[in-house]
DNA sequence: TGTACATCAGTGAACGCGCGTTCACTGATGTAC
DNA sequence: TGTACATCAGTGAACGCGCGTTCACTGATGTAC
């Protein structure tokens, strides 16, 4: 073959890879097929030797942006806790990086208005992520408790990412990303500094 | 004149809130200018003699969707108060008929994109959103503390709402809606069924 | 009162452009003999 | 060891289509005389 073993399959994640920092960046349908393959430094004609469509690539991505893949903010809630995965997630670099950021802040909009089957892959993401957050919270709360806790948790962080980075002064988006996390945080049963 | 006064003012309204609707439910990029002219009953070409550019128009439109004008949920906090329009919110019928809800929630990440313009609109309905929802907090609080707690609170609607539009399955789904409102409620200091 | 003209909201053909997708082709390599 | 052929990842021209936008036009009405 033309190319060595592995040479496919290494384009193929290139590709994917691509498309799952643009699609957080620019939304789904602001990016072109033709426009992520000059990025991947391929043309776009041999796409669809890699996937059968779009729609097919979106889900990909989705899977790759997915918070179980590799992901520079709020990706797991590593060792320091739930804290400061809390205070990771709204921070400024997130807020100003979307392409390498949470999938579901980036797109949630988008994503409502996507098929079932990139719907589904979602889903299964956000499970995962309920279920990490749930792990985190005290002892003190029952199962059920703790799940209701978690997805408040991760609604309110989702909700005060986008609204920070869709308001036009910095001081006021500042102002909900810190608004954000005390709140995150007191769900949490993290005392801080509310007043 | 051909038309009676007042008659292009009444299709100019009539354009915008074809477009405030049809942006909330399908996105704005998705929605063209000609699908949006035969909506409300025109052809294209006259669009221009409206609008200077579909931007304009998008400008128009998030200022019809926004709080402050008439809206079936979520619009203003009427009698009843703080707990009915948190309920009211993360209702059902809200979540499945964005095109008469909040431009918030049904675009907030595509509204992060938009030049910045259409998010100064949007940044002076979410700080109306904000001190409306502050005057309901209890009077405990600080007004510094009012304010944020307000953040949070329209953030937790926000990131439930579309959460729960996302995710596919129906009783996720609502789990996502009464996590909201729970959480929503303990915010505003409004004790809930919270296990 | 009757005629000629100006007005202007709305029409619909046409523009250049970029989209997702298809397909005949290229050309460096591995394999068969 | 040398030659002929099969492979197949990637190329780039071309497709139909819908986009935002432009513009010459229509035709019912109000106005001027």
Redesign the pocket.
């Known amino acids: ?4 073993k592995g ?2 399959e ?3 994640r290139k590709i994917v890879a691509t498309a799952a920092a643009r699609f957080r960046k620019d939304g789904i ?9 000059a990025e991947a ?17 979106v889900r990909a991505a989705m899977e790759e942006a997915s918070c179980h893949s590799v992901n520079n903010f709020a990706c797991r809630i590593e060792e320091g806790g739930l804290e400061r995965w809390i205070r990771s997630y709204l921070r400024i670099a997130h807020r100003d990086h979307p392409e390498k950021g949470c999938a579901a802040a980036a797109l949630a909009s988008e994503l409502a208005r996507l098929p079932k089957t990139s719907r589904t892959v979602f889903s299964e993401s956000l499970e995962r992520m309920t279920t990490s957050i749930a792990s985190h919270l005290p002892a003190t709360l029952t199962p059920a408790g703790k799940r209701k806790t978690a997805i408040a948790i991760f609604s309110t962080l989702v909700g005060a990412l986008q609204l920070a980075r869709a308001v036009v002064d910095p001081a006021h988006s500042e102002e909900i990303l810190e608004a954000g996390i005390a709140s995150a945080l007191d769900l949490a049963g993290i005392s801080s500094s509310r007043q």
């Open positions: 073959m033309r190319y060595e040479h496919k290494e384009t193929h349908e602001s990016v072109g097929v033709a426009d992520l393959m430094g391929l043309t776009h004609g041999g796409f669809y030797s890699h996937f059968r469509s779009k729609e097919d690539l």
